[in-house]
C-alpha cells in the first residue's frame, strides 16, 4: 500500500482524532488549523470542565440524538464508543470522574488536559500541525476526486484525502465561522438548513425578568405550539434576565428552535410538582389550609414556591396576598392547581446560532457513507464532527459524536 497523503482541516476534537486515527494506520498526515491553538472550543465544553462523554448503553445514547442521525452515528460508535474513549484518555494518564446522569469528565476538572493528551499524541506521531493556517479551497481532479487544498497564503498541497472537520457556526469567536460548509456546498452537497441547538430562549412578558437567577429543580416541562406538544423529562430549569435556560430547556430548543421558523406561537408550561397529580396536589393544599386557617395565602405559597414566586402566581390567579387560606374558594384553589401543573410562559425566538452550544443542520447524512464517513459525492473526501447533520442531547454526546465520526474517518481515509 502506497503511503497516503491526507489533509485534515480543522484542530477540534473530531480533527485531532482524525489525524491521530490516521496517522496510527500508516498515513502522512498534515493537520492544518486556523486559529493559533488546538480546541479552542473544545476548552468551553462542559464550562470548562469538559463532559467527554456519557457511560450510558449505546442504545440509549443513540436515543439522545434525532432519529435519523442516531441510526446514522451507529458505525461510528461501533469503532469508537464511550469505553474506548475513556480508555484512550486514561491510557495515556488522564484520569476520568463519572457524575450524576453518567456524564464523563477529566478528574482535573479542566478541558486543557484533555487537549494536552491530544496535542502530546499528535507530537508523538510527528504529524505535521499547521497553526494559523487558513484552506482557501478545494480542488478534484478530472475524474471528480480530491486532489489537493490551496491556501489563502497562495500555496498548494496535493492530497490523497482530505477529511473536512471545521465544525459548525456556533461559538464564531472560536473561528467556528462556517467555511467548511461553503466547501462542501460547492463540491456538490446538500447543506441542511443552519439552526441554533442547546440555545437558551427569549421570552416576551416582561414581568418574569425580576426572576433572573432563580432556578428551579425536580420540574418538568410542556412545550405547545398549535396543537402540537412535547413533554420533558424531570430536571432543571433557569430564569435569565431575557428569559429562560437550564438543561431542560437546552435539551428541548431545537424542537422551539423549529416550531418559531415555521411561524407557529411557541409556549413552555413549567409543572412545578410533577410527582403529583392536579388532584393529589389540590388534596395537599386543603390539607394545609386546615391545618393552618388564619395563615395569609402569601405565606403559606412559602412552603411550595421560592419567595419571588410567589407574588407573580398571586397576580395571575387574581387572589390577594392577605387573603386568609380558610377564605380561598374552591375556583380559587382551582386556579392555584392549575398554575402550579402549567404555569404558561410564552416564548418569542432563541438567542442567535452564534451563541448555541451546537449548530443543528449541516452536510446532509444522505450525503456521507456512514460506516466511512466518506462523501457519496466526491471520492477522497470524508466528514468529522459538527459540520455534519448531527446533534444530541447535553451530557457528552455531541463531544462523543465528534470524537468517533473523526476517528472514523481517519481509519477509513488510510484505506
Request: hydrophobic share 40%; charged share 25%.
Amino acid at each position: 500500500m502506497s503511503l497516503n497523503q491526507i489533509v485534515i482541516i480543522g484542530a477540534g476534537p473530531s480533527g485531532m482524532m482524525a489525524a491521530i486515527s490516521a496517522s496510527g494506520a500508516g498515513a502522512n498526515v498534515i493537520l492544518i488549523e486556523k486559529n493559533a491553538v488546538f480546541g479552542r472550543k473544545l476548552l468551553l465544553t462542559g464550562k470548562g470542565r469538559c463532559n467527554l462523554t456519557n457511560r450510558c448503553s449505546l442504545e440509549e445514547f443513540l436515543k439522545r440524538f434525532s432519529k435519523n442521525s442516531g441510526q446514522f452515528l451507529r458505525d461510528a460508535f461501533k469503532a469508537l464508543f464511550n469505553e474506548d474513549l475513556i480508555d484512550f484518555f486514561e491510557d495515556r494518564g488522564l484520569e476520568m470522574r463519572t457524575e450524576r446522569q453518567q456524564r464523563v469528565f477529566p478528574v482535573t476538572d479542566k478541558s486543557s488536559s484533555v487537549i494536552r493528551v491530544l496535542a502530546k499524541e499528535l507530537q508523538k506521531k510527528n504529524i505535521k500541525v499547521c497553526f494559523s493556517t487558513t484552506v482557501k479551497n478545494i480542488w478534484t481532479d478530472e475524474e471528480g476526486r480530491v486532489a489537493g487544498v490551496s491556501l489563502s497564503d497562495g500555496k498548494k498541497i496535493k492530497v490523497d484525502k482530505v477529511i473536512l472537520a471545521t465544525g459548525g457556526l456556533s461559538y464564531q469567536f472560536t473561528g467556528s465561522t462556517g467555511e467548511g460548509f461553503k466547501f462542501a456546498e460547492r463540491l456538490g452537497h446538500r447543506i441542511i438548513p443552519l439552526r441554533p441547538g442547546l440555545i437558551a430562549l427569549k421570552t416576551k412578558k416582561k414581568d418574569l425578568k425580576v426572576l433572573s437567577g432563580v432556578a428551579l429543580k425536580n420540574i418538568r416541562l410542556y412545550f405547545k405550539a398549535g396543537k402540537k406538544e412535547v413533554a420533558s423529562s424531570i430536571g432543571e430549569f433557569l430564569f435569565t434576565g431575557f428569559g429562560i435556560s437550564g438543561p431542560l430547556i437546552l435539551s428541548m430548543s431545537g424542537v422551539v428552535v423549529d416550531w418559531i421558523q415555521e411561524g407557529i406561537g411557541a409556549f413552555v408550561c413549567i409543572d412545578f410538582k410533577p410527582a403529583l397529580s392536579f388532584e393529589q396536589l389540590e388534596a395537599r393544599f386543603l390539607k394545609d389550609f386546615k391545618a393552618s386557617p388564619k395563615k395569609s395565602i402569601k405565606n403559606s405559597l412559602k412552603d411550595f414556591l421560592p419567595k419571588c414566586l410567589i407574588d407573580i402566581f398571586l397576580e395571575r390567579s387574581g387572589i390577594l396576598p392577605d387573603k386568609r387560606v380558610n377564605q380561598i374558594t374552591p375556583k380559587e384553589r382551582e386556579k392555584l392547581v392549575l398554575l402550579f401543573k402549567r404555569f404558561s410562559i410564552e416564548i418569542s425566538k432563541s438567542l442567535p446560532l452564534e451563541e448555541a452550544m451546537v449548530t443543528r443542520g449541516g452536510v446532509s447524512l444522505r450525503d456521507i457513507n456512514p460506516r466511512t464517513m466518506e462523501s457519496k459525492k466526491v471520492k477522497g473526501l470524508y466528514f468529522a464532527g459538527e459540520i455534519i447533520d448531527v446533534d444530541g442531547d447535553t451530557g457528552g454526546f455531541n463531544l462523543q459524536a465528534a470524537f468517533s465520526t473523526g476517528y472514523l474517518a481517519g481509519k477509513n481515509a488510510v484505506i
